[in-house]
């Protein structure tokens, strides 16, 4: 094989005269924290999901089995459902907010992801919410990538 034949699989080299432009570099330092925080949306809304669906899954299960046990699980579960409905909720909106981000639409949903997501106890998962909602917010902020959500 001749050396001069270039491998067109191999990632575009800085001679090639191919040079992002500068909406696709700003949006590019917003990929880490981005894909961070739709991952961590979509698990923590997912588990969330799962969380009710096996609650009323077993209530059904069990108004079909055994109606007086039913009640009493209605009534045991109180508010714990209700809440892990809340909080399954601004899950999802980080996510879609995340995906927003990723694509370089929509800067208030974009925005509104990140400060969601480093809200305690508001946002998904604490410990990583609040260092992603931050960083996110940190790169949002900058006027190059704001002004690459608006073109």
């Given amino acids: 094989m001749s050396s001069d034949k270039q491998n067109p699989y191999a990632a575009p080299s800085a001679t090639?005269?191919?040079h992002l432009d500068s909406r696709q570099s700003a949006l590019a330092r917003l990929r880490g924290p981005s894909l961070s925080l739709l991952v961590l949306g979509l698990?923590?809304?997912?588990?969330?999901a799962v969380g009710c669906s096996a609650t009323l899954a077993m209530v059904l299960w069990l108004y079909v089995t055994n109606p007086e046990h039913a009640a009493w699980?209605?009534?045991s579960m109180g508010t714990r459902d209700p809440l892990l409905m809340l909080l399954m909720l601004p899950s999802l909106a980080v996510a879609y907010g995340a995906?927003?981000?990723r694509r370089g639409v929509r800067y208030r949903w974009a925005?509104?992801?990140?400060?969601l997501a480093a809200i305690p106890f508001l946002g998904p998962c604490v410990?990583?919410?609040?260092?992603?909602?931050?960083w996110s917010l940190v790169i949002l902020r900058q006027a190059d990538v704001r002004?690459?959500?608006?073109s």
């Fill in 16 to 18: 090639d005269g191919e």
């Fill in 147 to 150: 002004s690459a959500f608006s």
């Fill in 99 to 101: 995906w927003c981000m």
């Fill in 127 to 134: 410990c990583l919410g609040l260092p992603l909602g931050i």
């Fill in 111 to 115: 925005v509104t992801a990140a400060v």
């Fill in 73 to 75: 699980a209605i009534r």
């Fill in 43 to 48: 698990a923590w809304g997912g588990i969330g």
